[in-house]
């Protein structure tokens, strides 16, 4: 539950939220929010590197993540490889 912006702040200093912690709050609720999304960019794009410098292995692990079920669950029968270099494109411009 998300304090109300009239009511006193969390913090105890017994002024109203929204004129005490609100828009520190809310920074540190957009940090968190950009270091987890930095961190699954950055695997995303070690993922694109990975399949860029060993396409066979990249097919392997694609072929693997299939099996397993874990994702692209409902894309069965494209090309593993011309499905890794279209999801690879929109990282690579964003990671160099
Ligand atoms: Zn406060």
Known sequence: MKLGRNDPCHCGSGKKYKKCHEAADAAKEAA???????????????EAAEAEANPEAAEAAAAAAKKAGSRNAGSAGHKPKERIATAANPIRRRAV
């Open 32 to 46: 968190e929010l950009a270091a987890i999304q930095a961190k699954a960019e950055e695997a995303r794009a070690a």
